[in-house]
């Protein structure tokens, strides 16, 4: 089966979380993964972030936390000391070989081993090397730690997040992490295309903070626009009145009224067809000037109604609606199902023999995506790496 990113080879020295979002994506869409973890630590530091783990066969817990499978399929992991000559020696051979260069070190933390940017890049000139950060390469904090929840905080989401009145609250997943990961692909693809029309490699350098503030879209143009602050509005939307979770008389509900047509239609249901012609609601900017008077009126009215009943009156009348869901919900559903959401990947030394894991969501019409490895454990792959690099050392032409 053809696959988008069949031959090319990916060194991954990155850990955590959006370095492995990237490589994982690049090895589900074919490429192949080399993971490098340090023997010192036992590999990546979130084979340790549980519980939950796998268990083994006999009931003991493997170094496969639900953390590290998330982002770890698709690769070979190969324990290697990068702190020693040896190391660094199988980092060049592998370079060699490579396409692309991923790490997540501080800015200059390879440069003592050889195997920052410059290095690789002088030595091998047709690499892809990504480097990630907290900050960047560049600025003045450049040199400070990159977490997820610090480039949350600095980078604004958290400010916008949360209820009105209460703390400013971080997003419920590592999303600073995962939309840099993600943005880091994009580099990378962009970049092999241009070293496959020029021949020539290049440094892509992405951080946590720059593409936190990436994403904060249409509220950060409108700070730009207005220069004040904005606020905190909860489960509201900042210029759509009503688009937001409602309390139903058996859980909750979101309701997503996107113009004026869709308004009067959200009325009619709930039986107040004057609520759309009323000139203080008429409109979404009037609704939003009057925002609260509006949705203490809907609030009274939505909460005598079961989930059900919203749901199939405001499907029947084509105003978006849906259900918030739990997660059992979310993976027990027909359409996580339909669109292959949930899969498992077997191994054979994990109790259950199989593990579960999220998909992919790329769906393509040639070339699918593929599942070929479920996530490793440490050091599985190293001595077949190793045999592998010998093998092509052997075949290389002799000086």
Known sequence: MARTLDGIKVLDLSRILAGPTCTQLLGDLGAEVWKIENPGSDGDDTRKWGPPFVDGPDGNRTDLSAYFM??????????????????????????????????????????????????????????????????????????????????????????????????PMKVGVGIAD?????YATVGILAALRHRDATGEGQHVDIALVDSQIAWLINEGVAHLTTGKERKRQGNEHATIVPYQTFEAADGHVLVAV?????????????????LAEDPAFATNPARIENRTKLLKIIEGLMVERSMQDIL?????????????NTLGQVFASE????????IDMARDDVRDGAVSLIGNPLKFSKTPVTYRRPPPHFGEDTDAVL?????VAKAAPQP
């Open 70 to 167: 998330c982002a770890n399929r698709n690769k070979l992991s190969v324990g290697v000391d990068i702190a020693t000559p040896e190391g660094q020696a199988v980092i060049h051979q592998l370079a060699a070989q490579a396409d692309v260069v991923i790490e997540n070190f501080k800015p200059d933390g390879l440069k003592k081993y050889g195997l920052d940017h410059d290095s690789l890049l002088g030595a091998h000139p047709q690499l892809i090397y990504c480097s990630i950060s907290g900050y960047g390469q560049t600025g003045p904090n450049r040199s400070k730690p990159g977490y997820d929840l610090m480039a949350q905080g600095y980078g604004g989401i958290m400010s916008l997040t949360g209820e009105p009145q209460g703390r």
């Open 312 to 324: 199939d009156g405001l499907e029947a009348r084509k105003v978006p609606v849906g259900p918030v």
């Open 258 to 274: 996107g113009n004026d047509s869709q308004y009067a239609r959200f009325c009619d249901y709930l039986g107040r067809p004057d």
């Open 387 to 391: 045999e592998w690099l010998e093998q």
């Open 335 to 342: 359409q996580v199902a339909a669109r292959e959401m949930k």
């Open 178 to 182: 995962v939309m840099c990961g993600m």
